[in-house]
């Protein structure tokens, strides 16, 4: 049976660190029960898997010496504050850089979620002022009384008026007022709705 081997490359940043957290978190288990002094050594291995050894080691270590368990980690050892070895800064470094920006995901989130809430609600206030709101008729009274005073004749292009559409002067579809009714011939009131849009 053929096994495929496994594509290091293919690990993702966080896969190596996790990894590297695991290992490093044995480590110290196993060194501080032998009694061994304070040692997270990481060689040849990426910036990704050492951050996770180095984090992982340090916080068993010190959680093993908070808890009071009887070890001898030596006098070279620094426990309650333990710093990993100088050549492997970058890893540190990088480390708090994955983990100031996974840190910053989340509010980013969180702002895109509540820019797009008041967007939304902005946009409903606004529909829901006069010019959009549902379109309200004109009584027949208004309509006959608006006919009479512009007799009979488009308010725009003075055709005589065959069909007539009547149109709300102000924009504002729910004001029903005989001030805010026109009548208008079918092309008048289309140029005129297309300039309220």
């Known amino acids: 049976m053929h096994m495929e081997k496994q594509d290091l490359y293919a690990l993702t940043p966080v896969d190596r660190y996790n990894s590297g957290f695991s290992h490093g978190k044995q480590q110290a288990l196993s060194d501080f029960q032998s009694n061994s002094t304070f040692n997270p050594v990481c060689n040849q291995h990426t910036n990704y898997y050492c951050a996770g050894y180095f984090n992982g080691y340090n916080i068993t270590w ?77 009584s027949d009274s208004i309509k006959e009384k608006v006919l009479d005073k512009q007799r009979h004749r488009c308010a725009d292009c003075n055709r005589v008026l065959n069909v007539v559409d009547w149109h709300h002067w102000n924009g504002d579809r729910s004001d029903n007022k005989e001030s805010n009714c026109v009548a208008l011939c079918p092309n008048c009131h289309a140029i005129k709705t297309r300039r309220h849009q």
């Open 62 to 138: 010190n959680s093993l010496v908070a808890k009071g368990q009887t070890s001898n980690p030596g006098p070279t050892s620094n426990s309650t504050n333990p710093v990993p070895p100088v050549g492997n800064s970058n890893a540190t470094a990088t480390s708090s850089s994955i983990s100031s920006s996974d840190s910053l995901v989340t509010p980013f989130i969180i702002f895109v979620i509540i820019v797009i809430i008041i967007a939304a609600t902005a946009r409903k206030l606004k529909h829901r002022k006069g010019r959009y709101k549902d379109r309200q008729r004109f």
